[in-house]
């Protein structure tokens, strides 16, 4: 659940578990001997050493929908995906894996602007969920149409279009919002905010 109550911070609360992906990286060609940089739930990403781009392992359909859909959400805080490299294996869960290459993002600084923007859109976002809590699985969703109904005290701009596209496409791919759990929200080297992993199947 994205959504847990009785833990102490908002992402803890409303973020997911902390899970990682139990699988080793697949063998495949463009993977070997690349550093692995971040895992996730679903997810393993590697570095292609260039500092530009990575390839990320992705389990998760509402990932790859994400990433490669024609109907995509579009605009700066989406993230830049290079190439769909297809099916690469499968995981242990049964799903299968696609490789992506996509842009490399970095953390969100302490103090940065991307950083307020960032709390401001997590505090909004942890607040609607509580009012949404008795919906269940529904939760998240509903939080993020309040969200896009009334936009949220420091979400402006094309952080807030971005936030209804974003909720546009999780509407039409029925998945599920995750914009709290740690490394799902990234920034650009020039300190754009970029929804890299927002989603996720439920
Ligand atoms: N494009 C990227 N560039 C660099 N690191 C990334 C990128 N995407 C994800 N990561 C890192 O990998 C971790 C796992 O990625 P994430 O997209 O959250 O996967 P999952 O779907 O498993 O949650 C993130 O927490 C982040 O640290
Ligand atoms: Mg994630």
Redesign the pocket.
């Known amino acids: 659940m994205p959504c847990e109550p009785g833990r102490t911070s908002a992402r803890e609360r409303f973020g997911r578990a902390d899970i990682l992906?139990a699988d080793p990286v697949p063998p495949h060609p463009m993977l070997d001997g690349l550093d692995e940089?971040?895992?996730?739930?679903?997810?393993i990403?590697l570095a292609k050493g260039d500092g530009e781009r990575?390839l990320?392992v992705v389990s998760?359909p509402a990932?790859h929908f994400y990433y490669t859909a024609e109907d995509r959400p579009a605009g700066p805080h989406f993230?830049r995906v290079f190439a769909d490299h297809g099916v690469i294996g499968r995981a242990s869960t049964g799903n299968l894996l696609h490789l992506i290459e996509?842009?490399?993002?970095?953390?969100i600084e302490a103090g940065s602007p991307a950083s307020a923007a960032a709390e401001a859109l997590a505090a909004a976002y942890w607040a609607a969920c509580r009012r949404w809590a008795d919906v269940g699985a529904d939760m998240g969703r509903m939080a993020l149409f309040d969200l896009v109904k009334t936009p949220p005290v420091g979400v402006t701009g094309s952080l807030f279009d971005g936030l209804r596209a974003l909720a546009d496409f999780i509407e039409t791919y029925q998945v599920m919002p995750d914009i709290l759990?740690?490394?799902?929200l990234?920034v650009r080297p020039d300190g754009t905010l970029v929804f890299?992993?927002p989603v996720f199947l439920g």
């Open positions: 992906f940089i971040g895992r996730g739930e679903y997810s990403v990575v990320k998760s990932d993230p996509m842009e490399h993002l970095y953390p759990s740690e490394g799902n990234l890299s992993d």
